[in-house]
């Protein structure tokens, strides 16, 4: 098969970075960025890092008329030693890859596409911040730009990395948040894109957000689309609750999106023999443990804000405060291992971290697939 390296072209002007310690999550974007084309028949080809650019694309691109498209998230951190290290980032080029599955687009070359992060972070690794709590965020995604209205899987593609500093997602950082439990609407159901990493996803989790934010929540605790019964996530996030003793999370069932932090939340919990469970909860369940005095804690877990402790739960006319509105310890200590391990405060034990180093001569094999239209 036909190999290809990555063509380099510097920025001949580079930004003004921002203050580690006045960064707003996503709103700073770095000096370069990483390109690559899809055409059917030829496969993956000109993979490029180039200056920071807007992108030209048609009116037409299907894209902006069907929403063919996904994307992934992660972060570089600077360590105590000044390494810059990558936290599980295989994962997110596998989750990636399962998301063009059910999107119709074709796979990415999964070591290619860890290496085109490893070299674009390289390529800025000048503005991976260095204050407490600050790290480079990752953004992979891929867009259908196929000129064409009809309603067929593209045949051409554009995959793209960019970069941008960040501080904390949530303004309250680790201090819990109040969570308004949803009724009304539904962020997916199975058989849906729900399990998939695509825009659709978060554009129809917009409205619900815009009304509790209004009544003074954070987010949204999502139940299922069908019975409107059993929870699933809280925002963007996975949820788990500390429940007499024991940890429970929705478990995995075609609608929820398979969190990196998420799995990295139970691996943790297993080592420390805390029990922890993957399986259906209600939101009448989590009352019941309210009102007996045995729900303990709550968190969402995510990539952007790692973990998020809900103090405050609104359901049905209920004020659930859970654990007096604090912090609560397992909250606290997954928190600080996951990130202490990110910052290289903690030994990776794990074998989580991925450092960034050196530029090498990386080669893909281009991917053939050939895509057939629906009509």
Known sequence: ????????????????KPNSDELIFGRHF??????????????WHNASIV?????SISPAAMVFHYGQSVFEGLKAFRGQNGDIQLFRPKKNVQRLNRSNERLVIPPIDEDFGLEAIKRLVEMDKDWVPDAEGTSLYIRPFI???????GVAPSHHFKFVIILSPVGSYYKEGIDPVKIAVENKYVRAVKGGTGEAKTGGNYASALKAQEIVEKEGYSQVLWLDGVEKKYIEEVGSMNVFFKINGEVVTPVLNGSILSGITRDSVIQLLKHWDVPVSERRISMEEVYEAHQNGTLEEAFG????????PIGELYWEGHHLTINNGKTGEISKKVYDTITGIQYGKIEDSFNWLVKVGKKTEVKQKSLKKSITSLS
């Open 143 to 149: 867009i259908s730009n196929e000129p064409y209205l």
């Open 1 to 16: 098969m036909e190999e290809q390296s990555i063509r380099v072209e510097e920025s001949r002007s580079r930004k003004e």
């Open 51 to 55: 200056p920071y650019q807007n992108l």
């Open 301 to 308: 877990s995510g990539t952007a804000a790692v973990i998020s």
């Open 30 to 43: 770095t000096d370069h960025m990483f390109v690559m084309d899809y055409t059917e028949g030829l496969g």
